[in-house]
């Protein structure tokens, strides 16, 4: 029966053209970030499908990861980006999910590792994370995964704590008009690179990126399952010429268990028949394989209809359990 129902929604779904489109909405981050373009590079090979599955897709610009994922759950937004840190946390019931799990989450497919970049001006002298201290430095808005990533970080640094620094909580696109301003002399970014965020930085002032990699770091890296190591290559910012070293996370599509399998399986199957064409959208993800999108996160939170492309693809071993 339920598998009766399901096949009747999915016919109202994607067989009555008439009835016009059902519109899906992906919510991604700032809009110099790489969470939007990416929103956009799936939503452009989606909608063109969209005569037959009548699907039509945009994207939302958010504050990011935590605000993706609250908004998801109101069922405000059907789709959604977001760093595997805050999808663990989300889906556990840890960090700003403590005491109400998000356990309907979902994963789609992971996208692209996003690194924790720390960009100062040059006239700032700072060259390490200790030397943060007494200096206005941004740690992204609330909603944000970035200032969740930056808190945990602080947390796990010994002698240094946020009270130490002059904390200022601007949206990402904001941040690099502050620091040519001089309103603050630094700021984090979790992002995939080269994000345009940056770029506008180091175009407007002389930049440093600051290496994440002390004892502190590497000790949270090998205690966290969702942090791995990752380097910033040299030559994509002006004047950062020398690759750095920092950590990060995954980019992850999600969304809810509610959603039909069928509008899942549509989505994820039309970025696997048009991967190499994905990969040449962003220069964040021109190196990923396929399997690659299978990585960073717990598979039993593969939402049915991602996996059922994915099986189709022969990336995954057939569970017998996928809805059709
Ligand atoms: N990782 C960032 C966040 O969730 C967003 C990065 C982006 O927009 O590319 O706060």
Not at 250 to 261: F, G, R, S
Request: one cysteine or more; hydrophobic letters at 35%; proline letters at 4%.
């Amino acid at each position: 029966m339920k598998k009766l129902l399901g096949g009747m929604a999915f016919s109202a779904l994607l067989i009555t053209g008439s009835w016009g489109y059902r519109f899906l909405i992906i919510g991604t981050g700032g809009v110099t970030g790489v969470y939007y373009p990416t929103g956009g590079a799936i939503c452009k090979l989606l909608n063109r499908y969209k005569r037959e599955t009548n699907l039509k897709c945009s994207v939302e610009s958010t504050e990011g990861s935590l605000s993706n994922l609250r908004e998801l759950k109101k069922g405000e937004l059907d789709f959604g980006i977001a760093q595997s840190d805050i999808v663990f946390q989300a889906y556990h019931g840890k960090g700003e999910f403590k005491g109400h799990p998000y356990s309907s989450l979902r994963v789609v497919f992971s996208i692209y590792p996003e690194l924790l970049t720390l960009v100062v001006r040059k006239d700032s002298g700072i060259k390490n994370l200790l030397q943060l201290k007494g200096h206005k430095i941004n740690i992204g808005a609330p909603g944000s995964g970035n200032s969740e990533a930056v808190k945990t970080l602080f947390q796990a640094i010994p002698n240094l704590s946020l009270s130490d620094v002059k904390v200022t909580q601007l949206k990402s696109t904001e941040a690099p008009v502050a620091l040519r301003e001089g309103k603050i002399e630094g700021y984090f970014y979790m992002v995939g690179h080269p994000a345009d965020n940056i770029r506008e930085s180091a175009s407007a002032v002389g930049i440093k990126i600051i290496p994440l990699d002390s004892p502190g770091v590497a000790k949270l890296v090998k205690e966290r399952s969702y942090y791995e190591w990752g380097t910033i290559p040299g030559g994509i910012y002006k004047g950062v010429d020398k690759p750095v070293k920092s950590y990060g996370v995954k980019a992850i599509l999600v969304t809810d268990a509610k959603m039909e399998p069928e509008v899942v399986y549509r989505l994820t199957k039309a970025v696997l028949d048009n991967f190499e064409e994905f990969k040449k959208m962003h220069p964040a993800y021109r190196h990923l394989t396929k399997q690659d999108l299978l990585k960073g996160f717990d598979l039993k939170l593969l939402h049915p209809g991602a996996r059922r492309a994915f099986e189709e693809e022969g990336l995954l071993e057939k569970s017998g359990k996928t809805e059709k």
